[in-house]
């Protein structure tokens, strides 16, 4: 009985110390955007840097403003030093300022912000869409957000403007808007053609009527044509 209990501890204790040594920390903490891993991947928000215009979240008479890098105005009484900055009617806040920046990594990315009396909090979380979300503010004057974006990827952006999902078309795409807009000009210019200036009338206004109307029944020939191989080979099969 001793003897199974130790193997159980034994056990459980193997499994906590690989799930550690599995696990990525924050290393070093290269600016106030921008972390190293202990596996030497960077997590880099530079990219995402905008003072003029920082990432905006809004929720009902409320808004909140993040930029990761550069300090932001928040309120025009004090310092410029801001990284979150909450707005509404009844005036401006700081949620936490540039140089307070803390970071946790723990799948994700943790960074904390603090000011005087409050302190805001923000997951980065590697997505291919890029979204800043308020949370919750819980207890209060402490604020907790979300960051979905490419530079929340280890060596994702590493300066670079962030490539998300809802931008341009993918090659594929490309290629198919090509292909139904020829097809659709091929028609309706034959159509034109054939009624205006070959002056023909009905079915035969379609191009290249002839095989347009011949095509099903070669498709079904060919079908037919495979099945009949694949069930004589088959036979065969059998017979061996």
Not at 8 to 20: D, E, G, S
Not at 156 to 174: A, F, M, R, V
């Amino acid at each position: 009985m001793i003897k199974l209990i130790l193997i159980f501890f034994l056990t459980i204790l193997y499994t906590a110390n690989a799930l550690i040594q599995n696990r990525l920390f924050v290393s070093k903490k290269l600016s106030n955007c921008k972390v190293q891993l202990d596996d030497g991947g960077i997590i880099d928000l530079s990219s995402l840097d905008d003072p003029s215009n920082p990432i905006t979240s809004i929720e009902g008479n409320q808004k909140f403003f993040f930029n990761p890098c550069t300090p932001i105005e928040c309120d025009p009484n004090s310092i410029k030093n801001a990284a979150i900055c909450k707005k509404n009617l009844t005036g401006e806040y700081k949620l936490g300022e540039q140089n307070s920046a803390s970071f946790d990594y723990n799948d994700i990315l943790y960074i904390t912000f603090s000011s005087k009396d409050r302190k805001g909090a923000i997951q980065c979380k590697c997505s291919s869409d890029q979204k800043f979300e308020f949370l919750n503010e819980r207890p209060e004057n402490n604020y907790y957000f979300i960051l979905k974006s490419p530079c929340c990827c280890p060596n994702k952006c590493n300066g670079k403007k962030p490539s998300t999902s809802d931008e341009g078309l993918s090659l594929g795409s490309i290629l198919l808007i090509i292909f139904f807009s020829a097809f659709i000009v091929y028609f309706a210019g034959g159509i034109v053609f054939s009624k205006y200036l070959q002056k023909k009338n009905g079915l035969e206004i379609i191009p290249n009527h002839d095989f347009w109307t011949t095509l099903p029944g070669d498709i079904k020939s060919g079908v037919l044509f495979t099945l009949s191989n694949v069930r004589r080979n088959n036979n065969s099969y059998n017979q061996i």
